[in-house]
């Protein structure tokens, strides 16, 4: 999954809904996670959350935390080791201990991955198929684990238009992820009929 799916019907005279996904990757954070699931509560934005399996292992009140709260969870592997450097057989590896982890922790399924970078080989794509995980990727990205400033982050959001099907792709180990996700909100209940929704909702 790159993309989602199109404009969903929105009622006889009022047109049609967008549906785009938020989601995050590289936690749980201690620090920032916390807050932003602070954030996407008052505005009553759903998301996905693609955690790092050891870090899921130290912070499992944080993980239980954003399944409490109706996100989805994601698995990134149990290390985020660099994708040219990890074998085949040690990624797979890697992504049954944290999809057994996130079970465990959230009492719930968990079969949604997105390989550390986005990099796979066809191996990897291949042996997350048999083990019937589906692979989501992304088609916008602010790089916010690149930016400096809060300004930064919510010039993003005010450039930002959304488009039926987008999954954006944060990072809730930086600080940058929460403005841009206070600036974006203001597309909830927009004229345009935008609408923030887990991955998992588009798989239903």
Request: glycine residues 8%; aromatic residues 8%; hydrophobic residues 35%.
């Amino acid at each position: 999954m790159v993309q989602g799916p199109g404009c969903s019907p929105k009622g006889r005279s009022s047109g049609r809904v967008c549906d785009v996904a938020l989601t995050f990757d590289d936690g749980p954070d201690p620090g920032h996670t916390p807050k932003l699931l602070e954030l996407l509560d008052k505005y009553q934005i759903k998301a996905t959350f693609f955690l790092i399996g050891e870090k899921a292992a130290r912070h499992r009140g944080v993980v239980q935390q954003i399944a409490a709260a109706g996100h989805a969870l994601g698995n990134h592997s149990y290390s985020h080791a660099e994708p040219c450097q990890t074998t085949t057989a040690v990624f797979l590896d890697e992504i049954r201990r944290t999809r057994d982890l996130l079970e465990t922790i959230s009492n719930r399924p968990c079969t949604l991955v997105r390989p550390p970078k986005g990099v796979l080989s066809a191996g990897k794509q291949l042996g997350l198929w048999r083990l019937r995980m589906t692979i989501a990727l992304w088609n916008v990205d602010p790089r916010d684990y690149s930016m400096h400033s809060r300004q930064q982050a919510l010039t993003w959001g005010a450039a930002y238009r959304p488009r039926a099907g987008d999954i954006v792709l944060l990072h809730d180990n930086h600080p940058w992820a929460t403005p841009i996700v206070q600036s974006v909100s203001r597309f909830r209940g927009h004229a345009g009929g935008v609408r923030f929704v887990r991955l998992s909702d588009w798989l239903q």
